[in-house]
Structure formats: C-alpha cells, structure tokens
DNA sequence: ACCATGACTCCAT
DNA sequence: CATGGAGCCATGG
C-alpha cells in the first residue's frame, strides 16, 4: 500500500509527548489534502500499542469525538499520561505540544 | 460511474 | 468564539 503505510510510519515517528494534526501529516505523506483520510486510515487499521494514533489530533488541539480506542476521554488519558496537557475542553496547546517536524530530519536521515 | 459518508480544513457570518 | 457551508478525496454500496 502506499498513502496508508506512509501515514502509519509517520505516526510511529511522533515523539512521545508531542502531537500532531491529520493535514500535517497528509503533507508528509505526500498528500497535502488527505487529512480526512488519514483519520480514515488509523480508524480502519488501528493497532494498539503499535500505532500512537492518540498523539494526533485536529489542527486547533482538539481531540477527536470518535476516537476508535474507546472515545475521547481514553485518547485524553493517554495524553496525559504522556505529560500533554488536555484542557478541559479537549483541547491541547498546540504552540506547546505541536510536533514540529521541521527539527525532527533526523528522523529519515 | 454516481451518491453518500467521514478521526479534516478553510472561509464567511 | 461558535456555527455552517464548501472543498477535499478515498472507500463502499
């Protein structure tokens, strides 16, 4: 497969403590305009434990209201529990917690 | 091939 | 800041 396991591999890539949003990863997938379908991919193929699709949320911060792995509040928890903050409404500091991927080349180098 | 759906995003009100 | 409509494109019926 191509679109799907560039986002898997992606996904895997974001550091612990970090999220980020479905449009930045469609563009480093190849795909600016895919988000949609990026949330697509991690909710027909979800694997616990392998893919950390909890760290990715919309591009405002919040949590997604469908979460496959058992709603919002587990996607919070699991957050949480990786010292990002979620704010009372589902949302996270993105200028804080964003994935910035431009200092993380390091990681297809 | 057409229509509906959706873990998105942007823009206008 | 909240809401709604439009654009987006892969998938499934």
């Known amino acids: 497969m191509g679109f799907f396991d560039e986002v898997y591999k992606i996904v895997k ?3 612990r403590g970090k ?3 479905y449009g930045q990863i469609a563009r480093l997938a190849g795909n600016g305009k895919m988000a949609r379908q990026v949330g697509w991919a991690l909710h027909v193929n979800p694997e616990p434990g392998v893919i950390p699709c909890h ?3 919309m591009k405002d911060g919040s949590l997604t209201k469908s979460f496959a792995f058992g709603g919002i509040d587990i996607q919070k928890q699991l957050l ?3 010292g990002v903050v979620v704010g009372i409404d589902n949302k996270v500091d993105m200028t804080k917690y964003k ?3 431009e200092d993380s080349y390091e990681n297809w180098f």
């Open 13 to 15: 890539m974001i550091p």
């Open 19 to 21: 999220v980020a949003n």
């Open 55 to 57: 760290r990715v949320v």
């Open 80 to 82: 949480e529990s990786e």
């Open 99 to 101: 994935w910035n991927t």
